[in-house]
């Protein structure tokens, strides 16, 4: 089945340390995505590419990078610069073009600070 | 970008009423999304509304796009268990979606 996978499904972050979040698709969409989520809030984009080696900053990109070296892959960074780390993060993904197609979602990385 | 407001941001409901949940933006929108998130889910697109004035249906939701293409509803009748969860309206801008705050539903049974 096509679908969007993230890992892991739980992260455990030490002060100081950075940690990877995964997200892989096999859709064949060309636009990945990555948002925050916080408790009772909304969906924030934190980065998104629309094709290969190139991404650009959403609303809330300070302390964390992304790379795009795949179609297939969008991993996320969680730097030490992010102080508050603590959320569900979400990527999605959707065929190529303006914002009017439906994005889809995979299941989600909940971190947390030790 | 442009920015939507959801209201109500929470909404219980008695099993078997109906309940509604809108979004208004200030500025015109081209179109709109709207989305369903599950308790410890992910959200999963519902459906697309392109047309001024424009009504669609999935079984027990209706949803509406206003005549001005400024706000937008989702009406839910003889609401059930299965209806729990958050309901977010989405603005598509360029090559990104920005997500109303929500509305979330519990059903006492």
């Known amino acids: 089945d096509g679908g969007i996978t993230q890992s892991p499904k739980y992260l455990f972050r030490k002060e100081g340390q950075n940690v990877t979040l995964s997200c892989e698709q096999n859709?064949?969409?060309?636009?990945m995505y990555w948002y925050r989520q916080d408790p009772g809030q909304g969906l924030r984009l934190i980065y998104y590419?629309?094709?290969?080696?190139?991404?650009q900053k959403g609303d809330i990109a300070e302390g964390y990078s992304v790379s795009r070296e795949k179609k297939e892959s969008f991993p996320l960074t969680v730097t030490s610069a992010q102080k508050n780390p603590t959320a569900f993060y979400l990527c999605a993904s959707k065929t190529q073009g303006t914002g009017s197609q439906p994005q889809h979602f995979g299941d989600g990385t909940r971190l947390s600070i030790l | 970008g442009q920015q939507v407001m959801q209201i109500p941001q929470y909404q219980h409901v008695q099993e078997g009423e109906d309940f509604t949940t809108y979004c208004n933006s200030s500025?015109?929108?081209?179109?709109i999304q709207w989305y369903k998130q599950r308790p410890g889910g992910h959200p999963v697109f519902l459906i697309q509304?392109?047309?001024?004035?424009e009504v669609k249906k999935q079984k027990r939701l209706t949803f509406q796009f206003g005549e001005a293409k400024k706000n937008s509803s989702l009406h839910i009748t003889a609401t059930q268990t299965t209806d729990v969860g958050t309901y977010f309206c989405?603005?598509?801008?360029?090559?990104?979606?920005?997500f109303g705050a929500g509305t979330t539903v519990t059903v006492r049974a």
């Open positions: 509304l392109v047309k001024s004035g």
């Open positions: 500025t015109t929108l081209s179109n």
């Open positions: 989405a603005l598509p801008n360029d090559y990104k979606l920005s």
């Open positions: 590419s629309q094709i290969v080696n190139d991404f």
């Open positions: 859709l064949n969409h060309d636009a």
